[in-house]
């Protein structure tokens, strides 16, 4: 099952009002080697929803996103790229992807809000949703990873922000803004030092 680590930014935390305006991901095959990374600014159509107190997290400005394209454009053109990296041939003229993307896991650090602006995304624009329900959560996985780690003596971050995570793995942003892809890529980093963790965690009778 190939993964699809993802990062969203909004023009505020609603999904029935705001909207999409940067996608970031990496996608990796099932044994988690990585395929490609991607990056799209996306236009808002609700611009009235444009909030001054999001501008401020992800540093883009309605002019940033003057010449960016459409969500109904973006929407597939994700998973036209997410087929080319796996090397999945769709049918020409096969609009549904469906069949090709069901068993696509999307990963994230507090990824249910990001599928429910995605989802809402896809209801707007009237299209199948083509992921697999399945997700992984970085913030669940390091809650419960850092509960045993406690429990064992260990120091651990007192919050679970991405920040806080990506700092006990001795991983940073580069700078204060939360751009999508770093944020996948650093979000990526942080799932695989969990997983060696848990590869090394072991039970005793």
Same mark, same amino acid.
């Given at each position: 099952?190939?993964?699809?680590?993802?990062?969203?930014?909004?023009?505020?935390?609603?999904?029935?009002?705001?909207?999409?305006?940067?996608?970031?991901?990496?996608?990796?095959?099932?044994?988690?080697?990585?395929?490609?990374?991607?990056? +799209?600014?996306?236009?808002?159509?609700?611009?009235?929803?444009?909030?001054?107190?999001? /501008?401020?997290?992800?540093?883009?400005?309605?002019?940033?996103?003057?010449?960016?394209?459409?969500?109904?454009?973006?929407?597939?053109?994700?998973? /036209?790229?997410?087929?080319?990296?796996?090397?999945?041939?769709?049918?020409?003229?096969?609009?549904?992807?469906?069949?090709?993307?069901?068993?696509?896991?999307?990963?994230?650090?507090?990824?249910?809000?990001?599928?429910?602006?995605?989802?809402?995304?896809?209801?707007? /624009?009237?299209?199948?949703?083509?992921?697999?329900?399945?997700?992984? =959560?970085?913030? +669940?996985?390091?809650?419960? +990873?850092?509960?045993?780690?406690?429990?064992?003596?260990?120091?651990?971050?007192?919050?679970?922000?991405? +920040?806080?995570?990506?700092?006990?793995?001795?991983?940073?942003?580069?700078?204060?803004?939360?751009?999508?892809?770093? =944020?996948?890529?650093?979000?990526?980093?942080?799932?695989? /030092?969990?997983?060696?963790?848990?590869?090394?965690?072991?039970?005793?009778?």
């Amino acid at each position: 099952m190939p993964f699809l680590v993802l990062d969203l930014e909004m023009t505020g935390p609603e999904p029935d009002y705001n909207e999409i305006i940067q996608i970031g991901a990496v996608l990796f095959d099932d044994n988690w080697v990585e395929k490609g990374q991607y990056l +799209t600014n996306v236009y808002p159509e609700n611009k009235d929803a444009f909030s001054s107190s999001s /501008e401020k997290i992800h540093n883009l400005s309605l002019a940033d996103l003057e010449d960016a394209p459409m969500i109904y454009d973006v929407l597939p053109e994700l998973e /036209e790229w997410i087929c080319q990296q796996l090397g999945i041939r769709v049918p020409k003229g096969q609009l549904d992807r469906t069949p090709f993307l069901r068993d696509v896991i999307i990963c994230g650090q507090s990824v249910i809000n990001d599928i429910n602006f995605l989802k809402e995304a896809y209801r707007y /624009e009237k299209l199948k949703w083509p992921y697999s329900r399945v997700l992984l =959560d970085l913030h +669940t996985l390091a809650y419960f +990873t850092f509960r045993i780690l406690k429990a064992n003596g260990r120091k651990v971050p007192d919050r679970l922000s991405l +920040t806080a995570i990506a700092n006990y793995f001795g991983f940073s942003r580069e700078d204060g803004f939360h751009n999508a892809l770093e =944020d996948s890529v650093l979000t990526a980093r942080c799932m695989k /030092e969990v997983f060696k963790l848990s590869e090394g965690m072991k039970l005793t009778a």
